[in-house]
């Protein structure tokens, strides 16, 4: 799993039927990562813009959503304080 | 997920007989990413080149057609007018 | 799998639900893995801070938690008296 | 998905039993997908030395298969005459 | 997958105990599939230090183990006399 910051939002109207309602943010890993690409994730716990969250990749992403094709979701929101450099 | 751009497509006559009716499109993820490698990737919602694209890859490229034999998929174009840079 | 030193943890309490109880540590490839990237694992086998520890990543990490969107796992402690590097 | 050139293949006689028979061709994504490295895949659709093919990697390796342990297979060859550069 | 050489292994006492009797071997793939990065893996052929082999990653290196917490595995000995560079 990564740390990462979340850095923007994208908006898609034509998707596949079963992403109806998906909020897809952009995610930057927190550079102590040396992870050096950004991701697309889908928001599951109301992550917003500037907030350091917590983010699943791979079929992790859709063990609450089986039949959604995501790859990457938000799971959790790390808490304010958490040193994270 | 990767936001990118379908920059072509490629042609296989000879191939897995699942994959019959499946058109392969060449994208390459947007700058912002910093995602340095292009990926071949099946169409599901009628991309066509030029076009900003949301793409699903690993097991999720595959959530709707179990049997194909693919690891990434296009599942939906970005609105024109996002800020993608 | 990787073999990784325990640098860190981090804390998140609005998460998913099936999250609940779970612990996030970050994980620092050793060097002579050439693995550039740090990543976060949950912890399975009750690993501290500074220890080495293996990692499982992808859906190895839920094995035994197939609930629980988590995609990288602490599932073993490296020995005292290994050579690492 | 990736597109590269069959440059290779290999022989292995002690292996797992359910890999008998499989072909192993050690591909090289094309220069245009900006992708290093090779990988080893299996060959599933009669690919030879020399030829541009379509590479599924991960559990896509998988999906006629279920019980061999492979992470990549050749699932397509590119017809002649694509533009690949 | 990657063919690769066994160049170490690692011992775990403390580890899930689905892991028992695992061996954990060190495997840095060879120069011209230009991977950088060295993988654990278990061994499920009798490989030794200093042997080439065939390694499966991801959900591939559990379709003989499924609730086994692997990433990877060498599935294959390379033939001597292959030619790998």
Known sequence: MI??????????TRKCETLTG???MIVEPIPS????????????????????VLVATGSA????VPNVPVDAAIVGII???????
Request: aromatic content about 4%.
């Open 79 to 85: 808490d304010d304080g958490s040193n994270l450099e």
């Open 22 to 24: 998906s909020k897809f």
């Open 3 to 12: 740390i990462g910051k979340v850095v923007g939002s994208v908006v898609s």
């Open 61 to 64: 992403a859709r063990v609450d």
């Open 33 to 52: 990562l040396k992870v050096d690409s950004r991701l697309v994730a889908v928001d599951r716990v109301g992550a917003g813009i500037g907030e350091y």
